[in-house]
Structures are given as structure tokens and as C-alpha cells.
């Protein structure tokens, strides 16, 4: 580490008697070295595969609550596309950090690609609404304002880096809440909105609803004051798409999810 760090001119560890963390410089580092590690990889896999039939493991992040019927639809086109694969699909809060380990090809959902080095593939355009069922609405009363939320119960999804204890509406300004629940799995959480549990506020798309087991119970509340749009994203590393399989299996999720719109 001393002639990495005089090789560099800068100091990548602070030492204490406790030990040593990593520095600025350090940090930065790690990151980058991460990175390349992970495109020396990928070219491996390139130069390992080139000229033959795709083969060995797909590693896919994907964030908690995807339908569960969207994805087997998804695994049994690719497995029929790519017989010889085999896949290793996890659900993590940030799969976009997913790719900074061992993972080729991550599914975010955000208004914008996460930064990084990747290629970004916007799949599906989606909307953060507000539901709830009629049943709940007709016993619990219908909000007319943004103010009568703080009457209701508030079931709130919970992604990566962000705040549950505000809504941002339209106009893109925020109101504060206090969510009765709050969790990072969308399907689970549309689920008990389904119970009567209360109003939840999650990812709105154009799939599907047989895809979905069941929403057709929940219906929109504050339609244009609570609505902000999303979008479902593929990420991959440049060198993962120039894989023989890499490039293709990007394009066959993407004209997959599109055409369940």
C-alpha cells in the first residue's frame, strides 16, 4: 500500500491506532478499479464466446415488486432465445449498485437513468400515483385536496435513496406525510391497498393487469395533482453489450417490455 500510494503521490489510507479507512483518493479508487474489473471481465466473456453458441451465467438486479407474472414471461423467452444460459436473477434495493459487483445487467425504476458507466435502455414509461380501492374510498371518504391525505392511511413505496415522508405532486413542489407503511416492495404493497389497508402511493404502468393478479380494485385518487412520471430502465456495462449474447439479450427485454404496454 506504501508504493501504491507513493507510485499515485497521494494517500489512499488515514491511520489511527484503531486501524485505517480509506481516504478521498481511496475511495475513488476502489470505485474505479471496481469498474475495470468488471470490464476486463466482460471482455473475457467476449473473447471466451466470440464465434460461438452464448453460453455459461447471466447475473440480473432487479428491485423488490416486479409482477411475478412480468418476470417468468420475461425468463421463458430468454431461456427458449438462449438454451445454453443459465440465469441468476436478485431482487436488491439499488440494482443500479448491483453493477458495481458482479452483476451484467440491472433493472432500475427512476425518472432518469442512475449515473455510471453503462448503457441505459428506458423499457417502459411509468407513474407514481396515488390508488386505493373503492371499498376503502366509500367507507373512509374520497380526498378532494392534498390536505385530506393527512386524514388517511398512506401506503408508501420506498426506493433507493429517497424520502417517504413527503409526496411530490405535479407542479414538483412536496407536501409533507406520515406513511403508515412504508416498503421497498411495490407489489406487496399494491397487495394490501388491495386489502382496504389504505391509499398507496407506487409505480402506476401500462401492463397488463392480468400481469398484476387482481389490481383492477384500484382506482386513481387526486388524478393530475399527485402524478409523477417514472420510467422502468435496463442498465448494462458497454462491455456486456458487446458480448455475442449481451447486446441481443438488451434488445429482447426491451421489445419484450415495450410490447406489454
Known sequence: ????????????????????????AGTMLVEKARSLLNEVQSLSDLVRTAGTEPTGEVRVAMPPGLPAGLVAICLELLMRLYPKVSWKVVSVDDPSSALSGDAHVALCMAPRPPDGPWIAKKVLSLEERLLATADYLKEHGTPKTVDDLRSHRLLVWQSAGRQTNELTLKDGSKIAISPAVAMNDIFLLRRAALRGLGIVYAPDGPLPLELLIGEEGLVRVLEGEVEVKTALWVLTHPATYQLPYGGALIEQLTRLLSALR
Open 1 to 24: 500500500m506504501n508504493e501504491l500510494e507513493a507510485r499515485l503521490g497521494v494517500k489512499l489510507l488515514e491511520r489511527n491506532q484503531k486501524g485505517a479507512v480509506l481516504t478521498g
